[in-house]
């Protein structure tokens, strides 16, 4: 495309073009980026700003696309990043995407192919946007807004900037990012090309919302080892495994898993479980809002364990653990100007500031630790990882906005 196809062109025009490309990651391809796909949308990316003249475009060898637009102000004010990720989950289809836009939607229940619906009944929020354009997909596939809808954004900003040379910003950088979906493409961050300490992801969910807090993320592995012998014989002998791990498990109260907690509260959650007489295997995520808590929790569920082992004969226990992301809020209190430009950018904007903590992690997680601080922005639609997945295109505009509003605030900073 050419220059002024560009800027000219709707964010919904960028986004459904991102979407049409199929970034599925692949979690354990052993790789990054974990799926050809990807490569195929860094390019078209990567073309996209080049053509625009934004500065620097690279895309690494791991396909992380990188670029910069200058700095057109007197001073120096802080570098700022702006980021999205390219692939999309696996488990839901994520090839052969149709995207739908629903023209000033009713507010009637929208039916979509398989079965699929969605509406008021199946998603509360959708009730901001009715009167709104909705884009879905055509129900047999997720749609592609987690994260294309943050790539719209960002490719849509920087057409403001550029189109309009009266909007003040410092240096802003761009990167679009691989295998966010759980394959850890953000190990590889460039960490030494990208050139800002300060950044935001655009991943978030609908219109105001912004996210400063993760979860602290601990991942274990337990095994029990019991005693085998035929069944026939095994009075006093046998211990069976299977067992252990199942009264293990059921340690876990009712309370205090996934599916029964919200807002701030933590929880254990057993992923996946195999296992025979001699040997039962368990993966485990426990998630909290603080360090001491998630340990705490850790410990106290390993110990009640232990001494369930401890009371059959031939039992044994093992367990590692490691901490896999913490809550990127303890980092970003050291520089709170990050959090409260972008609230002020969004309340500016005119939207209602919408802020609860993030019940997961985000490439923001990570990258606050490896010393590029990073919120998380809102994309402007809901429902990711499945078939119901929208976005709003005014809501989608709006986040650009709110792109270009948060670097004018940010060109006036030392
Ligand atoms: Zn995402």
Same mark, same amino acid.
């Given at each position: 495309?050419?220059?002024?196809?560009?800027?000219?062109?709707?964010i919904? $025009?960028?986004?459904?073009?991102?979407? =049409?490309?199929?970034?599925?990651?692949?979690v354990?391809?052993?790789?990054t980026p974990?799926?050809?796909?990807?490569?195929?949308? *860094?390019?078209?990316?990567?073309? %996209?700003l080049?053509?625009?003249?934004?500065?620097?475009?690279?895309?690494?060898?791991?396909?992380?696309?990188?670029?910069?637009i200058p700095?057109?102000?007197e /001073?120096s004010?802080?570098?700022?990043?702006?980021?999205?990720?390219?692939?999309?989950?696996?488990?839901?289809?994520?090839?052969?995407?149709?995207?739908?836009? #629903?023209r000033?939607?009713d507010?009637?229940?929208?039916?979509l192919?398989?079965?699929?619906?969605?509406?008021?009944h199946?998603?509360?929020?959708?009730?901001?946007a009715?009167g709104?354009?909705?884009?879905?997909? $055509?129900?047999r596939?997720l749609?592609?807004t987690?994260?294309k809808?943050g790539?719209a954004?960002?490719?849509? *900003?920087?057409?403001?900037?550029?189109?309009?040379?009266?909007?003040?910003h410092?240096?802003?950088?761009?990167?679009?990012?691989p295998?966010e979906?759980?394959a850890?493409?953000? %190990? #590889?961050f460039?960490?030494?090309?990208f050139?800002?300490?300060?950044?935001?992801?655009?991943?978030?969910?609908?219109?105001?919302?912004?996210?400063?807090?993760t979860?602290?993320?601990?991942?274990?592995?337990?095994?029990?080892?019991?005693?085998?012998n035929?069944?026939g014989?095994?009075?006093?002998?046998?211990?069976?495994?299977v067992? =252990?791990?199942?009264e293990?498990?059921? =340690?876990?109260?009712a309370?205090?898993r996934?599916?029964?907690?919200?807002?701030?509260?933590?929880?254990?959650?057993?992923? $996946?479980?195999? /296992?025979?007489?001699?040997?039962?295997?368990?993966?485990?995520?426990?998630r909290?809002?603080?360090? $001491?808590k998630?340990?705490?929790?850790?410990?106290?569920f390993?110990?009640?364990?232990?001494?369930?082992?401890?009371? #059959?004969?031939?039992?044994?226990?093992?367990? #590692?653990?490691e901490?896999?992301?913490?809550?990127?809020?303890?980092v970003?209190?050291k520089e709170?100007?990050?959090?409260?430009l972008?609230?002020?950018?969004?309340?500016?904007?005119? =939207?209602?500031?919408?802020?609860r903590p993030?019940?997961?992690?985000?490439?923001g997680?990570?990258?606050?630790?490896?010393g590029?601080?990073?919120?998380?922005?809102?994309?402007?639609?809901?429902?990711?990882h499945?078939?119901? %997945?929208w976005?709003?295109?005014?809501?989608?505009e709006?986040?650009?906005?709110?792109?270009?509003r948060?670097?004018?605030?940010?060109a006036e900073e030392?």
């Amino acid at each position: 495309m050419d220059v002024k196809a560009l800027l000219e062109e709707r964010i919904e $025009d960028k986004f459904i073009r991102y979407c =049409l490309v199929d970034t599925t990651s692949v979690v354990g391809a052993g790789k990054t980026p974990s799926s050809e796909g990807q490569w195929k949308l *860094a390019g078209i990316l990567a073309d %996209e700003l080049n053509a625009l003249g934004v500065e620097g475009v690279t895309v690494t060898d791991k396909c992380f696309v990188i670029g910069r637009i200058p700095s057109n102000v007197e /001073g120096s004010p802080p570098a700022i990043g702006f980021m999205a990720h390219m692939d999309t989950v696996e488990g839901v289809p994520g090839s052969d995407i149709r995207p739908i836009i #629903h023209r000033k939607w009713d507010g009637s229940p929208i039916k979509l192919l398989d079965g699929v619906e969605l509406g008021l009944h199946t998603s509360p929020e959708l009730r901001y946007a009715i009167g709104m354009d909705l884009v879905t997909s $055509d129900g047999r596939t997720l749609l592609g807004t987690d994260d294309k809808a943050g790539i719209a954004q960002i490719m849509h *900003a920087v057409c403001l900037l550029l189109k309009d040379k009266g909007k003040k910003h410092g240096d802003v950088w761009i990167a679009f990012t691989p295998d966010e979906e759980g394959a850890g493409g953000i %190990e #590889h961050f460039p960490v030494d090309i990208f050139g800002a300490k300060r950044a935001y992801t655009i991943d978030g969910g609908i219109i105001g919302d912004f996210q400063d807090e993760t979860f602290t993320a601990v991942n274990g592995h337990m095994k029990v080892f019991g005693l085998s012998n035929h069944p026939g014989t095994a009075r006093g002998r046998m211990t069976n495994a299977v067992h =252990l791990m199942a009264e293990i498990i059921s =340690l876990i109260p009712a309370g205090e898993r996934p599916e029964t907690t919200s807002d701030r509260e933590g929880f254990i959650h057993p992923t $996946d479980i195999t /296992g025979d007489v001699e040997m039962a295997s368990c993966r485990f995520i426990i998630r909290d809002f603080e360090m $001491d808590k998630v340990l705490r929790r850790e410990k106290s569920f390993v110990e009640a364990a232990r001494s369930v082992v401890s009371m #059959h004969k031939g039992a044994r226990l093992e367990w #590692h653990s490691e901490v896999s992301y913490k809550n990127m809020k303890e980092v970003l209190d050291k520089e709170p100007r990050i959090s409260e430009l972008a609230r002020k950018a969004i309340i500016e904007e005119g =939207l209602k500031l919408d802020e609860r903590p993030i019940r997961g992690g985000t490439d923001g997680s990570r990258l606050s630790y490896m010393g590029i601080l990073t919120p998380n922005l809102f994309t402007g639609g809901s429902d990711s990882h499945s078939r119901n %997945e929208w976005a709003c295109v005014q809501w989608m505009e709006s986040g650009s906005n709110v792109l270009v509003r948060l670097m004018g605030l940010w060109a006036e900073e030392k």
